[in-house]
């Protein structure tokens, strides 16, 4: 049962430098959504995705880009990274709310600690 | 617009003490109402959910009622322990648009010996 698998763990890249987090789920969740956390501001949506071929913007979509060419994965591209996008990112998965079942919960990753110097 | 507003922390506790964490939501419609717990250096877990009003959500010893005249979804538990040390988040999921999640800024809890 591996759940929601984030890689990697940590991170530290230069200011300008460019990498993708990845996410993977084996729930065959059909929405998958990425988070930051930051101190005092709580979890902060950056983007989601409610199916393959499918993605949004969420509060914070600034400088991150994704894609979903399949339902299993959910990557998080950081253009040009910069000293604010320090941060732990969080990718979390659910059921299709098909049917309009707004109440089922999210499953998430451990997490990635990204720092930009 | 839609928001969830958590009582600020860190909460100090001693073993076997009470337990509230104040949480309000603002939304249209009739949202389901979450609690997250957020272990050290894990991801967030469903502690408990209430989907409409006067429901009551229990797991682990914690329960919180969905209160709708006072918009409110406070956290309880009637004697926490050291391994309840964690930060919790109140989260609500919108009910009209697209299906998204809100969360609060979180409560860290520690609970002393």
């Known amino acids: 049962n591996a759940g929601v698998t984030q890689t990697p763990k940590f991170q530290v890249l230069k200011t300008g430098q460019s990498m993708t987090l990845q996410c993977a789920q084996d729930m065959n969740h059909e929405y998958m959504s990425w988070y930051r956390q930051d101190p005092g501001m709580g979890l902060r949506l950056i983007h989601y995705?409610?199916?393959?071929?499918?993605?949004d913007q969420g509060e914070v979509p600034n400088g991150y880009n994704v894609s979903r060419s399949t339902t299993e994965d959910f990557p998080l591209r950081l253009l040009s990274a910069a000293p604010s996008q320090t941060s732990v990112y969080f990718c979390?998965?659910?059921?299709?709310?098909?049917?309009?079942?707004?109440?089922?919960?999210?499953?998430f990753g451990s997490g990635t600690q990204l720092s930009v110097l | 617009g839609n928001s969830v507003t958590q009582m600020e922390g860190p909460v100090t506790l001693s073993e076997e003490a009470f337990l509230t964490i104040n949480c309000t939501y603002t939304a249209t419609g009739y949202p389901s109402l979450f609690w997250y717990v957020q272990y050290p250096g894990e991801g967030l877990q469903l502690l408990l959910k209430?989907?409409?009003?006067?429901d009551k959500g229990s797991n682990k010893g914690f329960e919180a009622t969905y209160r709708k005249e006072t918009t409110s979804f406070h956290l309880e538990k009637g004697s926490v322990q050291v391994s309840d040390s964690a930060v919790y988040f109140c989260?609500?999921?919108?009910?009209?648009?697209?299906?998204?999640?809100?969360f609060g800024t979180g409560t860290r809890l520690k609970v002393l010996a």
């Open positions: 989260a609500l999921s919108t009910t009209s648009g697209t299906y998204k999640y809100i």
């Open positions: 995705s409610v199916g393959a071929g499918i993605t």
């Open positions: 979390a998965s659910s059921y299709s709310i098909v049917g309009g079942d707004r109440s089922r919960k999210l499953f």
């Open positions: 209430a989907t409409k009003a006067d």
